[in-house]
């Protein structure tokens, strides 16, 4: 929406609501997730059944208080200096650590040979993309690596040029 005197608002303003609506629709997202996961019992036959639980409460409020603090880790308040690697990397742990314990939770009911069948696919899929996104990182910073000589070498060419003239 244009104002009046026809000025987009300052690009400030956007990046402050961009920001919060990103915040608030993932904070009500994980609180949403996390409670309705902490809802569920398992009945005496195997199957599942939501039932409500208090505990769902305090998994809201994880859901919340854990995407409140990686959005802040990542974009620090005004005034403050921009987030460093360690605080993304924080961020990602506190808000991933909560995820991993919903991510296992089918893996609690399973015993036996079935739980160590299922833990080796999982542990070999891990292993897999772990590997891949490794290459994948060596291989930018290779690419990088090479712009970054390229350009030196032009610009030693280029001084070399202009000190003949």
Known sequence: MVPENNQPPPAKATDTLFKRMIVIACALSLATMYGW?????RQPNGSFYFHWQWNALLWIVI??????????????????ADATRKDVMVGSIV?????????TFPLRFLS????????????????????????????????????????KTEAQNSNAANDKK
């Open 112 to 151: 036996g040979q079935h739980f160590w069948d299922v833990m080796t696919g999982l542990i070999a899929a891990a292993t897999v993309l772990s590997c891949g996104a490794w290459m994948v990182i060596k291989l930018i910073k290779a690419f990088e690596q090479s712009d970054t000589d390229d350009l």
């Open 63 to 80: 859901g919340v208080g854990t995407n409140a603090f990686f959005w802040r880790k990542v974009w620090p308040p005004a005034g403050r």
């Open 95 to 103: 808000l991933g650590v909560p995820c991993l314990w919903w991510l």
């Open 37 to 41: 996961l902490a809802c569920f019992d």
